[in-house]
């Protein structure tokens, strides 16, 4: 096939469907020959219908029952050529034929957006099996790079590209060797478009690791398994990372983009780890200008537009039910839909905002009836993490309930609303840390009972003292956090028991309530997961025994020194009889003389 050829199928389709300005293929290539089967039989059918009448009417009308025959052979002929064409010029440059699928279609529109609203837009697209997400990535760069080939990307932001015109391709190298590589050689390339010459290099690799444009355009290609400090080295127009990047390097990439840069992040939604998701899912709840989230299903990549709402679809309908079939429950959602399983390996996925944050005014802290447990895990280098809670005496399944009102670092003026406690970078004097858990006991007229702090860090020789003796000159006695029995891990009796307390009693209360204030507890809850292992690895490790990720755990230690601080029976709190029988009489006498007749009603 020649340029010539292919511009004349080009120039057809569009005549077809009414196009002026660059050429957009209007749909898949199979769904367009399959429309040509379709026209094509009408008119054969027609012209067959009237052969038969000849024959049948006119056995001796010779002529034109040639005529006949000879236009239904030349109707055959026609769409097998034209068929055979339209696949030759979507091979000769697929990227003028590309034509997204709705999903797709909508990713470009993220793109676009973001890129005409921030300097360096953040594009995080998940997307159901098969929709095509590294097809997206790659013939997004061939329309930048190149300029638009396709009308699907004739937009100002394609034409005009103003940042550096490198692009960091960041990957595993089997993705890299086996997937990536190859799709853009096949893409961007044709030997008849001299416009997109390439030269490719190794560079030592077994891969090709280095792609350089005529027009300027260097394409290096990374992996994981190199050091953060090869991503700190240049200044970045295009980033795409299509799996999960360790930390480190997603910290170092970000610095990577001062002159302008667009970074996009097709992951797989199994596995997109919670600091992207956290970092993108913020910006875009807070409307920050650049951030775009797109999930996208499989179904909107399917052919049959009534049933699964395809647009523009390439996969067979039977095709994705067969391939549903084969997915296990637990990760239809990421497969099918596209929805990140962020949470799918969460701790405490028995932990319901609906269900467990209550209305103050429902539960109040009654400092009278309850006991008070303040819980604490210190820090070098940032807060203190806190948390206050009250206890009620037991039902008659022998559970008390547990409502956690209060914690700190908090943010009584609102400044600090939507920041984590992992995000905290500075530490309050001890003093002043002191000085707020008194405000809160005053604000609630409810002193701490029991004040307990992590057994590790709180007892820890640092300067020659330790947290515990500090926080007691301060006026504050803690008691150190649990031990498991025998024979039991600490963190997996810890969670089994708070476990135990996200339950419904007999009337639908959890056994574990949470203020709305408590933002760090709710945040540890709905955050805290465990890491999907990926890879042979996990092939004999139980889902349980994955790795439990740092950020948030921090509170939800807390939370477990709490429950197994609640059933530790009161003599093995760390206290004598004798002091816990003069803490209830000093508290008691403490409430009446500094509240007189509202007594009974704390």
Not at 147 to 170: A, E, H, T
Not at 252 to 264: E, F, H, M, Q, V
Request: net charge positive.
């Amino acid at each position: 096939m020649k340029l010539n050829d292919v511009k004349y199928i080009q120039s057809e389709i569009a005549k077809e469907n009414g196009q002026k300005g660059l050429f957009k293929m209007p749909e898949q290539i199979p769904a367009a020959i399959k429309r040509y089967k379709h026209t094509s039989k009408k008119i054969t059918d027609v012209l067959e219908v009237k052969l038969r009448y000849l024959e049948a009417e006119k056995p001796g009308a010779l002529i034109e029952k040639n005529k006949l025959k000879s236009q239904i052979k030349k109707e055959k002929t026609h769409l097998k050529k034209k068929s055979a064409n339209l696949k030759a010029a979507a091979k000769f440059d697929p990227l003028k034929f590309f034509c997204p699928n709705g999903a797709q279609e909508r990713i470009r529109d993220a793109i676009v957006s973001g890129l005409r609203n921030s300097r360096i837009p953040t594009i995080l697209f998940t997307c159901g099996n098969g929709v095509g997400k590294t097809t997206t990535a790659v013939h997004t760069l061939g329309n930048i790079i190149f300029g638009p080939q396709s009308g699907w990307f004739d937009f100002d932001v394609f034409r005009n590209w103003d940042k550096p015109k490198l692009v960091w391709y960041i990957s595993t190298a089997d993705a890299i060797a086996d997937t990536i590589s190859p799709m853009i050689q096949e893409t961007w390339t044709s030997e008849f478009i001299t416009d997109r010459e390439t030269s490719t290099f190794k560079d030592g690799k077994k891969y090709i690791s280095r792609i350089v444009t005529k027009d300027g355009w260097t394409i290096l290609f990374k992996t994981y398994n190199q050091d953060p400090s090869k991503f700190e080295s240049a200044q970045v127009g295009i980033i795409v990372m299509d799996e999960p990047a360790p930390l480190a390097i997603w910290k170092a990439i970000k610095s990577r983009r001062r002159n302008g840069c667009l970074t996009l992040l097709p992951m797989t939604p199994l596995y997109c780890p919670p600091y992207i998701v956290d970092e993108v899912t913020k910006g875009v709840n807070e409307k920050k200008l650049g951030y775009y989230k797109v999930e996208a299903s499989v179904y909107e990549a399917s052919t049959d537009t009534v049933n699964h709402g395809g647009v523009r679809g390439h996969l067979d309908p039977a095709t994705i039910d067969e391939m549903i079939d084969g997915y296990d429950d637990e990760e239809k959602q990421a497969r099918i839909y596209g929805k990140l399983m962020y949470f799918s390996g969460s701790v405490y996925p028995e932990f319901s905002e609906e269900l467990h944050v209550i209305d103050p005014e429902d539960w109040p802290i009654l400092a009278r009836k309850y006991t008070i447990f303040q819980v604490t895990d210190p820090h070098d280098s940032r807060p203190c993490a806190c948390l206050f809670a009250a206890v009620t005496p037991p039902d008659k399944y022998g559970m008390p309930r547990v409502i956690i009102y209060a914690e700190t670092p908090d943010d009584p003026e609102g400044k600090k609303k939507s920041k984590q406690f992992w995000e905290y970078k500075q530490a309050p004097t001890l003093k002043k840390e002191t000085e707020r858990w008194t405000q809160i006991e005053e604000e609630f007229h409810a002193k701490a009972d029991y004040r307990i702090l992590d057994k590790r860090f709180g007892w820890q020789k640092r300067a020659r003292t330790t947290f515990h003796k500090l926080f007691s000159k301060l006026g504050f006695n803690f008691i150190p956090s649990y031990d498991a029995p025998a024979g039991e891990g600490e963190i997996l009796y810890g969670h089994t028991e708070v476990k135990k307390y996200l339950q419904k009693d007999e009337n639908g209360i959890p056994y574990l309530l949470v203020y709305p204030s408590c933002r760090h507890v709710r945040a540890g809850f709905t955050h805290y997961i465990r890491r999907k292992l990926i890879g042979k690895a996990s092939e004999d490790v139980a889902e349980s025994d994955g790795v439990l990720v740092e950020k948030y755990k921090d509170f939800m230690d807390l939370v477990r020194y709490l429950i197994v601080g609640v059933i530790t029976p009161v003599h093995m709190r760390g206290k004598s009889r004798v002091q816990i029988l003069l803490d209830k009489i000093h508290k008691n006498s403490h409430i009446k003389a500094e509240y007189g007749s509202r007594y009974d009603d704390l």
